[in-house]
């Protein structure tokens, strides 16, 4: 069984300390601030995966939510790690430079959601 590989990627540190300082303000820890982010960007994009990848290309905030699942990937919540893995896992996609690389876990998480 392939364990999932995870690159870290590096961000703009001035955008990294905003996001930080913005979910301290918000009471928030940067897991949630971030799995918040995530969650109302798919939502507005009604989970279209295309558009998900041009954002992700075009959209400097994208960078730092994936650098933070890279770095926080086990303590996230399982639902928002699902979700991840059901948009990139498909033919070992790039998101952000984190890759994850299909595996019979992933398989199986991805299984029970449907």
């Known amino acids: 069984m392939e364990k999932e590989k995870i690159g870290i990627l590096r ?3 001035k955008l990294r300390d905003e996001s930080k300082t913005t979910a301290k303000n918000n009471n ?6 971030t799995e918040k ?4 960007l798919i939502d507005n994009i ?5 558009l998900l990848m041009n954002l992700v290309n075009d959209t ?3 960078s730092l939510y994936a650098e933070i699942i890279a770095e ?10 699902k979700d991840i893995i ?3 896992e498909k033919d070992n996609v790039t998101f952000c430079k984190v890759t994850l690389k299909e595996s019979e876990e992933n398989k199986i998480k991805t299984n029970d959601r449907a």
């Open 11 to 13: 961000v703009n540190p």
């Open 86 to 88: 059901i948009m990139i």
């Open 72 to 81: 926080e990937l086990k303590g996230a919540p399982r639902d928002l790690i």
């Open 37 to 40: 982010a995530l969650r109302e």
């Open 28 to 33: 928030m820890t940067l897991s949630v601030f």
């Open 46 to 50: 009604g989970y279209n995966y295309d």
């Open 60 to 62: 400097p905030s994208l």
